[in-house]
């Protein structure tokens, strides 16, 4: 199937669709104007006005350790519910157990955020514990939706991952245990990475669910971002992007240089 | 050396392993022989240790084998995808049991350069498997068991992933590896052929148990049952029943031979060992030809029989036209009773 | 096929203790919340901290029969999720068809290119889309440069700024099933479609469009799942009088403080979800 010219016209103005936004955003990150996406002579001053902006800075800083420890439990939740779900074989409540772990990816975001505020408050009033809402609480929602990821991640690695390979392990003499960290973790260690990115970005996208769990002290970035964005746009916003656009690329080259690294 | 007594397994609803008995003699080559179904996997992974039989008992030189985990068993197995590490190298592979059993870097490094060196893979230490050819991975397989000095090796379907001109010549290479190092294999396979021409025993498995069991050229000469004369290439199985030391075959519409022991039920020909008979012969079956195959060598005769039943006969010349009333006949010799 | 090994009842009991902690988190982070959202819609708003008294009443629920207030919220974001997914799987069979059709080396790069914006931020796309949109913004500043108007025009917070906000946003999820599908694609089906005398475009509709179909129904659903409970795009880009149901429930819940309310309404957002739901995981299952 040979793309016609009417087809890559159309894949063309798609991919202009999704990056036009996204560069001109970057663009006018460098423009003096106090206007947001007026061009006023190129400047770094927003830059400077984000560096300053405490109050950003301060939630970004705990939206990136709240990612990166709801990814990490998730990997660790997740992994566990994969493995369980691709290696158990039939075991009692295995169906409930696999729709309760694919249910956090067909759930609206804000029927999770409201029924997980509920839990917390239902959990303070019944044996004192989460004492108030705040990072601890959106951590712990964050990692639940992001364990589902993983285990979509994992389990398709485990399932092509041939069950024998456990086997010959063991059959040469390797413990069940010592079979799971010789062969089986090696080879999903590279869908236990791509989950953690997943939960990680996931955590640091999210806005809904973290505001219904959020407390005072819990202002995460996407939170911070949004009741800015609801007063209207400022250059800091397009400063901001332009930021996370050179990192998200810096990273995603950084990959794709590992992995033509190890190809060759 | 190897025992197991009525052993029993069932997946669920459906029966696996059916009061199955076999003894296994140290140093030789057993092939089990069966088709999908037959339990004949099912089997070898008891004997691994990967599946707990529900009944019966398995010991090794007298002693339980069934508590003792597959870690922990002296038998090693060679897996029909080969199961080859794919994130280490052929060395690494090679190595992963020995480390497991703590044997120490220098003696680990001579015995695997030794056993490489046994299956014709020196040089290729350093490969993946992703970057071996069928037969280099299947090498690297058996190196992997070899390495550890089995007793026993089970060899699952070891020749099933190669192409068929390279099975041939495995085969021998197989049999050639299992004098040198003395060990007791356990092949299972499909393949008749394959069966008769490596093994010193063969055992065939027919629904959970083992139909019939000695050396490959008594049980291709006398096979007991239908299933196994089948199995073994009979082409031609005909019932009936015994009456006064005769054997009676309505669908053959003849007496078959006689001085058959008296549990006889029915009686199996090979289609090499049918002759067409000339005018001054008395035929011992009669029938119609109802088609013919030139197969290169000889004919293949689909024939007919008054009672109803069709013979496959082989045939060295051209065969008369299709429609014609043939006489068939056979060496007494080559009537196989079956008593199942 | 379980693992047979060893002594069974130690089998079982090293699974158990495995399995228990993955059960104890299946069920504090998704069965119990979904559960106390049941028990919450039947309680009663009330002023304190936390807002309200449990009990056993309806009144929730009959506030969203009886307001057409809720119903319409309902609807409407039913109707802007349907739009939303049509509009996307118009864009995305074209684009999955031109990234599959692209030579293979293209096809990692293309495919980069569609996933990529998930990682700049979702907020961020919105707010380039304020800056885009708004009366002194850019689309307004070239409209008059070019004369087409002479005084700015209304385009943030319309019906429209919202349908491209919600497309920007969920577009890449239409378009990867579908190019999966597509590559998966045995091309000798439309090597023996074109042999036996269709032309390109009968190979399309007898050969490619009734085997992605399956790949087009998934993509659908993976946008109009989420965008049913979508809050943030209707909030920021949309007209104050889009009242979508995710947006209803945030202020029932964050402005009014009735969380009863809030609970039945995400309960009947979940009964309205549940056909399209199951009827994902059904393809899912397939695939």
């Not at chain 1, 973790?185 to 973290?210: E, K």
């Not at chain 2, 290729?124 to 068991?145: C, D, F, H």
Request: with cysteine; charged share 15%.
């Amino acid at each position: 199937m040979k793309p016609g010219g009417f087809l890559r016209a159309v894949m063309l103005a798609g991919f202009l669709f999704l990056w036009l936004p996204i560069l001109l955003l970057v663009g006018f990150a460098f423009s003096a104007d106090r206007i947001p996406f007026q061009w006023g002579g190129f400047s770094l001053r927003w830059f400077g006005v984000l560096a300053a902006n405490e109050r950003l800075l301060e939630a970004a800083w705990l939206s990136l350790r709240i990612a990166a420890a709801s990814a990490m439990l998730a990997v660790l939740m997740g992994g566990g519910i994969a493995f369980a779900l691709a290696r158990f074989g039939p075991f009692r409540g295995r169906a409930i157990f696999g729709a309760l772990a694919g249910a956090p990816l067909v759930l609206p975001e804000v029927v999770i955020g409201l029924s997980l505020l509920l839990l917390f408050v239902a959990l303070e009033g019944l044996i004192g514990w989460p004492a108030g809402r705040g990072a601890f609480t959106i951590l712990l929602a964050h990692a639940g939706f992001g364990a589902a990821y993983v285990a979509v991640v994992v389990q398709a690695r485990l399932a092509e991952a041939e069950r024998s390979l456990e086997e010959a392990a063991m059959d040469l003499g390797a413990t069940p245990f010592v079979a799971f960290r010789t062969i089986t973790l090696p080879l999903i260690a590279p869908a236990l990475v791509a989950g953690w990115l997943l939960a990680f970005t996931l955590s640091l996208d999210d806005v809904v669910i973290a505001s219904f769990l959020s407390g005072p002290a819990g202002t995460t970035l996407p939170i911070a971002l949004f009741s800015m964005l609801r007063l209207g746009l400022t250059p800091e916003v397009n400063a901001l992007g332009a930021l996370v656009v050179l990192v998200a690329g810096s990273m995603l080259a950084l990959a794709l240089w590992l992995l033509g690294r190890r190809r060759a | 050396m190897l025992k197991a007594t009525g052993l029993e397994k069932r997946f669920g609803t459906v029966p696996a392993l059916v009061g199955l008995d076999l003894a296994i003699n140290a140093g030789e080559f057993f092939a089990l022989l069966g088709g999908s179904g037959s339990g004949k996997s099912t089997l070898l992974r008891v004997l691994a240790g990967f599946e707990a039989p529900d009944a019966g008992t398995l010991t090794l030189d007298g002693q339980d084998l069934l508590p003792v985990p597959p870690w922990a068993r002296p038998i090693n197995m060679m897996f029909q995808s080969y199961a080859l590490f794919p994130h280490m190298s052929v060395a690494d592979n090679v190595a992963y049991g020995l480390k497991r059993a703590g044997v120490v870097t220098e003696e680990r490094r001579s015995r695997i350069a030794a056993v490489l060196d046994l299956v014709g893979l020196q040089g290729l230490e350093a490969r993946r498997p992703q970057q071996l050819s069928g037969g280099q991975k299947q090498r690297v397989a058996l190196a992997r068991s070899l390495v550890m000095r089995p007793r026993l090796l089970l060899l699952d379907e070891p020749m099933a992933a190669l192409d068929a001109g390279l099975r041939e010549r495995t085969g021998l290479e197989l049999r050639a590896l299992q004098r040198k190092t003395g060990a007791a294999f356990i092949m299972v396979t499909h393949d008749q052929q394959e069966a008769l021409a490596l093994a010193d025993r063969i055992a065939v498995l027919e629904a959970g148990r083992v139909a019939q069991i000695g050396p490959p050229q008594e049980v291709y000469a006398r096979p007991t049952t239908r299933f196994v004369a089948r199995f073994l290439g009979a082409a031609n199985v005909l019932e009936g029943r015994m009456r006064d030391g005769v054997f009676e075959s309505v669908e053959a519409g003849a007496d078959i031979g006689s001085d058959l022991p008296a549990a006889t039920v029915a009686v199996a020909l090979r289609a090499e060992h049918i002759r067409l008979t000339n005018t001054n012969e008395a035929p011992v079956v009669t029938g119609i030809l109802e088609d013919a195959a030139f197969r290169g060598d000889d004919w293949l005769l689909i024939i007919r029989l008054k009672g109803g039943a069709s013979l496959r006969v082989v045939h060295p010349a051209p065969p008369p036209t299709a429609g014609s009333a043939i006489g068939l006949a056979w060496g007494a010799a080559s009537v196989m009773p079956l008593f199942a | 096929m379980g693992g047979g090994i060893g002594d069974a009842a130690f089998r079982l009991m090293r699974r158990g203790i495995l399995l228990a902690p993955l059960w104890v988190w299946l069920f504090m982070l998704v069965a119990a919340p979904v559960l106390i959202l049941v028990v919450m819609a039947f309680a009663t708003p009330a002023d304190g901290v936390p807002p309200f008294t449990l009990g056993l009443r309806f009144a929730a629920f009959a506030m969203l029969v009886e307001d057409f207030y809720y119903a319409e919220a309902l609807l409407a974001a039913l109707r802007l999720a349907a739009t939303t997914a049509g509009l996307c799987l118009l864009i995305a069979y074209p684009m999955a068809l031109g990234m599959a059709g692209a030579r293979p080396p293209w096809r990692l790069p293309l495919l980069a290119l569609l996933m990529l914006p998930f990682w700049t931020g979702f907020l961020l796309r919105i707010g380039a889309w304020m800056g885009l949109l708004r009366d002194e913004g850019l689309v307004n500043h070239l409209l008059r440069g070019l004369g087409i108007t002479d005084a700015p025009l209304a385009l943030l917070y319309t019906q429209g700024a919202m349908l491209a906000g919600m497309v920007h946003a969920y577009l890449p999820f239409a378009v990867l099933p579908l190019f999966t599908a597509l590559i998966r694609l045995d091309p000798a089906l439309l090597e023996a479609a074109a042999d036996l005398g269709a032309r390109p475009g009968r190979v399309f509709f007898s050969v490619t469009l009734p085997l992605t179909l399956p790949a087009a129904a998934a993509g659908f659903l993976l946008v109009f799942i989420p965008a049913a409970g979508e809050f943030v795009i209707p909030e920021l880009l949309g007209p104050p009088e889009a009242q979508v149901i995710g947006r209803v429930l945030w202020q029932e819940f964050f402005q009014n403080r009735d969380w009863p309310l809030a609970a039945a309404l995400a309960l009947a957002l979940l009964a309205l979800l549940i056909l399209p739901i199951r009827w994902f995981q059904r393809l899912g299952a397939r695939a």
